[in-house]
């Protein structure tokens, strides 16, 4: 009979697969994700867990958020497990399973005020997120901000109740601005050419429809590094699940399977701060231009 996964059920879990190696209940946010879905969990939540597995960076703990219903499915089915995630990964023919526990808190979708102020919180120093390129309202054929989609025209109107997460993003740091604590840094780990310039844009774009002066200062004062994110998900299939009760004797209500290798490579352009990351193989970079795949040539019909 598998074991449901949470803190209290780690110890025989233990037996058969890799659970954290420091202390939960010591850990103190640094972090706010947009975004929990099974990427982040597979790729930045394992960095964060690696980093706190060598005793390192406590204070980078990981809030969980989110404006989508499916976010919400995801912070029911992680609730009863104490925010912790069972990552299953392929390397060659062996599955190797690991629970991870970087996340301290997932905000219900609607609870806004709540995650508001989070981001009001000097103490959070990064908003990371995994949106999606349609969560940055850019349009693919012009690059240019879509201003008068509704969505966006809804968060100008009222910034303190945002919908989107772009809205949140600006509405935080609005209130930063507000209390003169500081920015944070926007973290885009969606897989988009130059994702950091494309948040740049959209927070930037909708700043102005709120108050020219704010996004002036987000100009000034935030950076938006851009990332190249790199892992393989598979989906969470009948025949994986019961591969993780078989193998691992692991129930979970939301594991994520993957395979190696995985790569993150980041700008190194931090407003506020980060944790050590270069520690657990992420590349920090000067340009991450320099390190986007070159787009391939069309072949001449000729």
Not at 75 to 90: G, I, K
Not at 228 to 246: F, G, N, S
Not at 247 to 252: A, C, L, S, V
Request: one cysteine or more; a negative charge; glycine letters at 6%.
């Amino acid at each position: 009979m598998a074991t449901k996964l949470s803190a209290a059920t780690l110890a025989p879990i233990s037996l058969t697969a890799s659970v954290p190696h420091y202390n939960r209940t010591r850990l103190k946010a640094g972090i706010v994700h947009i975004g929990v879905g099974k990427f982040h969990r597979a790729h930045q939540a394992v960095y964060m867990d690696d980093l706190f597995n060598l005793g390192e960076a406590h204070d980078w703990a990981i809030i969980g958020a989110g404006v989508r219903a499916a976010d919400g499915h995801t912070r029911l089915a992680l609730e009863p497990q104490d925010w912790m995630s069972t990552v299953v990964s392929e390397d060659g023919h062996r599955s190797i399973a690991r629970v991870l526990a970087p996340m301290i808190e997932f905000i219900e979708p609607s609870a806004t005020d709540m995650l508001l102020d989070r981001l009001e919180d000097p103490a959070v120093r990064i908003v990371s997120m995994t949106v999606t390129e349609a969560g940055y309202y850019i349009d693919s054929a012009t690059g240019h901000f879509k201003a008068d989609h509704p969505d966006m025209v809804a968060d100008a109107e009222d910034i303190n109740a945002p919908k989107t997460a772009i809205g949140v993003v600006v509405s935080g740091l609005k209130r930063r601005w507000d209390a003169g604590s500081g920015p944070f840094t926007v973290l885009s780990c969606d897989d988009m050419p130059e994702n950091g310039r494309v948040a740049e844009s959209a927070v930037l774009d909708l700043a102005a429809m709120v108050d020219p002066e704010l996004a002036g200062w987000i100009r000034s004062h935030v950076t938006f590094p851009g990332s190249i994110a790199e892992r393989v998900i598979k989906p969470a299939d009948d025949t994986l699940r019961e591969m993780l009760d078989r193998t691992f004797g692991i129930e979970d209500a939301a594991p994520v399977f993957c395979t190696e290798p995985r790569r993150w490579i980041i700008e190194d352009d931090f407003a506020a701060g980060r944790p050590p990351l270069e520690k657990v193989g992420v590349a920090f970079v000067s340009d991450i231009r320099e390190h986007q795949p070159t787009p391939p040539v069309a072949e001449s019909a000729a």
